[in-house]
Nanobody, 120 residues
Framework: QVQLVESGGGLVQAGGSLRLSCAAS????????MGWFRQAPGKEREFVAR????????YYADNVKGRFTISRDNDKNTVYLQMNSLKPDDTAVYYC?????????????WGQGTQVTVSS
């Protein structure tokens, strides 16, 4: 399995931006489909975005489409989530995940998460 470490979370005002990063271990990063998920207090974990091996294909949840952008740098073994126009409803712990399959992906490696808090 690949090891994943997220960073970049924090406190931001509504309307602001944050960029999350997820660094992966190993030499096989480019073989994984990567995704971002989030879990708000009292809610189930939900899908946010995913990206295919080379970065040419992406999918987004409807509630983040047009505001969030997922990207990856296979030379740096890193996947990013650029979050703009943040809303209080975006407050959650954000998790990076690695998996397989496209366009339907199954994720089986997870990071520890990074907290994002959006104040109104």
């Amino acid at each position: 399995q690949v090891q994943l470490v997220e960073s970049g979370g924090g406190l931001v005002q509504a309307g602001g931006s944050l960029r999350l990063s997820c660094a992966a271990s190993g030499r096989t990063f480019r073989l994984y489909v990567m995704g971002w998920f989030r879990q708000a207090p009292g809610k189930e974990r939900e899908f946010v975005a995913r990206i295919n091996w080379g970065g040419s294909g992406t999918y987004y949840a409807d509630n983040v489409k047009g505001r969030f952008t997922i990207s990856r740098d296979n030379d740096k073994n890193t996947v990013y989530l650029q979050m703009n126009s943040l809303k209080p409803d975006d407050t959650a712990v954000y998790y990076c995940a690695a998996g397989s399959g496209w366009p339907t992906a199954r994720f089986d490696s997870w990071g520890q998460g990074t907290q994002v808090t959006v104040s109104s």
